[in-house]
């Protein structure tokens, strides 16, 4: 025998499957497509691209206000997060080589000088080098010959950087990707609960 549910109680659980959907949905989507902007090439525009459309979709559920809300705290949660992963992940599963600065170069950037250091690896068979610029550890101080340690990602994925760069997350990142997710998913409950209660 089948139970026939009042129309009222199909749009009630409707709803709560759709908010509840929303509260788990959306941040898994933003840290998968936090994870494939760390990766410079056409994944980084899908992860983007993605990223979009999950936050366009969320605003929309939540309400004008609300999903406002959302859509600034998820993206900043975004830009948080990737970098904390790639921290954590280089930390823990980069192969550490022996290498020397066999190049640097700079180049002009919106607010003063860059600098890239090629990078050569000389504990390995086949020397490998590697383009490293300054956010991932090519300073003022390195000078072409000089001795550093260099640390790649086995899987390719991250962007080899050199060892002065690579200390696992910063607190920083853990906590102030920790209070974004908190205040996204607070502003998805806030949101979803206020669109029931207009529509009561």
Request: glycine letters at 12%.
């Amino acid at each position: 025998m089948t139970e026939v549910y009042p129309r009222a109680s199909r749009q009630e659980l409707r709803r709560r499957l759709g908010t509840l959907g929303v509260l788990v949905f959306l941040p898994l989507a933003l840290t998968g497509c936090a994870w494939l902007a760390q990766h410079q090439g056409p994944l980084m525009l899908a992860g983007a691209i993605l990223a979009m459309l999950s936050l366009v979709v969320a605003w929309a559920m939540c309400g004008a206000g609300p999903g406002a809300c959302v859509a600034v705290s998820g993206f900043a949660f975004m830009l948080f997060v990737g970098p904390a992963m790639g921290d954590y992940l280089l930390n823990h599963r980069g192969v550490r080589h022996g290498a020397v600065i066999g190049d640097v170069s700079t180049y002009w950037k919106k607010h003063g000088d860059g600098r890239a250091c090629t990078v050569v690896t000389t504990d390995t068979d086949k020397s490998d080098a590697y383009e490293v610029d300054d956010p991932d550890g090519c300073e003022g101080d390195l000078r072409e010959g000089q001795d550093v340690t260099l640390v790649v990602d086995p899987e390719g994925w991250l962007k080899p950087r050199l060892s002065s760069r690579v200390n696992g997350v910063a607190p920083y990142l853990v906590w102030t990707s920790a209070g974004l997710l908190t205040a996204t998913e607070g502003f998805v409950l806030y949101g979803r609960l206020r669109r029931r209660g207009l529509r009561a």
